[in-house]
């Protein structure tokens, strides 16, 4: 059977109204909830409501998913890191000298409202040829890493996903092929159906994960991290810092633990972008740097993430330690960039 009879979109719920039948959260308004769902689409699938408290409105996971008013905000940037202006070919983002990212679908198995790339939730037609992006690609041997990326392109049909890793593997200069998803937390049962069998074919593969809360760990996320390292994926995460949701080092700290407990490195934590709709989530860069302080005291090295921020403009990642910030000046700071260059970041939270 091909992979994507697993039928996810059967187990995927994508209207206000049938998430509202599933809860039993108190007081909801509808009302309020629709105007936002009319603007950023419900996508969330039952395995992950499945581990949420369907009752609790501030369950740490029903938090990433259920609608909230303040989504309507209309400040910050739609495209915070300027992805659209760093596409030398459509679907290809080209920031670092020596990698890629290829966005190859717009599709998500959820939809969690902290996205830095709400964007396309609605009415975005994502455009991406793989076959102008293998030719950039070869054209340009100081590439040498490819970031498969989107959405999730693991709900991309099997052929499809098995001929954008064929085409990569070709091309003699890639040595280091990534895919980001957040299947293992959304839906994990699509690796018990030969997807594990699919990407050991073209090992190694590191899998970025995306867990923000030790509460998304089951043992259905078990099974499914250990088919993949048994098939030689090599698996790390990256998590989002999100305001009431697992912003104290306690938190990180049994996340991170629990993480590698089941074979995941806890690789990054990103500090939440500012982008439109999503500024609610926001800490301060202040209480980042205090939580990895924290946990450092705590746990084994291979517990400890980067704490990262993106900066705008296509200016790339720079990890935030403690002395990491080398000028304030009205709610900004100001950083270096990978290139030596400074930067102001906003670090307003309100």
């Known amino acids: 059977m091909k992979l994507q009879e697993m039928n996810f979109k059967k187990d995927t719920i994508t209207s206000l109204e049938e998430l509202s039948d599933y809860l039993h959260v108190p007081g909801m308004d509808m009302k309020a909830l629709a105007q936002v769902a009319r603007v950023y689409p419900v996508r ?3 395995h992950f409501l499945s581990m949420a408290d369907k009752s609790d409105p501030q369950d740490p996971l029903l938090r990433q998913v259920l609608p909230d008013p303040m989504e309507l905000d209309d400040r910050g940037p739609l495209d915070h890191t300027g992805e659209e202006s760093q596409q030398p070919v459509p679907g290809l983002i080209h ?38 992006c293998e030719r950039y690609i070869r054209e340009r041997p100081l590439i040498r890493e490819v970031i498969i990326s989107g959405g999730d392109p693991l ?42 069998d699919l990407l050991a074919s073209f090992s190694p593969i590191w899998m970025n994960t995306h867990f923000n809360h030790p509460a998304e760990i089951n043992e259905e996320t078990r099974e499914a991290a250990a088919c993949l390292r048994r ?4 698996l790390n995460n990256q998590a989002v810092l999100l305001r009431g949701i697992n912003d ?46 924290s ?12 704490f990262a921020v993106d900066l705008p403009g296509g200016m790339g990642k720079v990890n935030l330690e403690p002395g990491a910030v080398i000028g304030r000046r009205d709610g900004r700071i100001l950083l270096r960039t990978f290139q030596g260059k400074t930067c102001w970041y ?3 939270t309100e």
């Open 44 to 46: 969330v699938t039952g």
């Open 295 to 306: 946990v450092r005291g705590k746990v084994s090295g291979l517990a400890q993430p980067f």
């Open 155 to 196: 709900t991309l049909p099997v052929e499809r996903l098995e001929q954008i890793l064929a085409r990569i593997r070709a091309i003699e200069h890639i040595r280091i092929v990534r895919i980001g998803s957040r299947s293992l937390t959304a839906m994990p049962a699509i690796f018990s159906s030969g997807l594990c």
């Open 95 to 132: 920031r670092y000298p020596d990698r890629v990212l290829l966005l190859t679908t717009s599709n998500c198995f959820m939809h969690c409202r902290h996205c830095n790339r709400k964007r396309y939730w609605k009415g975005h037609v994502l455009s991406f040829d793989l076959e102008r």
């Open 248 to 293: 104290n080092a306690e938190i990180i700290t049994r996340l991170n633990t629990l993480l590698l407990e089941i074979g995941i490195r806890p690789y990054y934590l990103y500090h939440c972008d500012p982008v439109r709709g999503v500024l609610h989530f926001r800490t301060s860069v202040d209480r980042g740097i205090e939580i990895i302080s």
């Open 231 to 234: 098939s030689g994926v090599i």
């Open 346 to 348: 906003d670090d307003a």
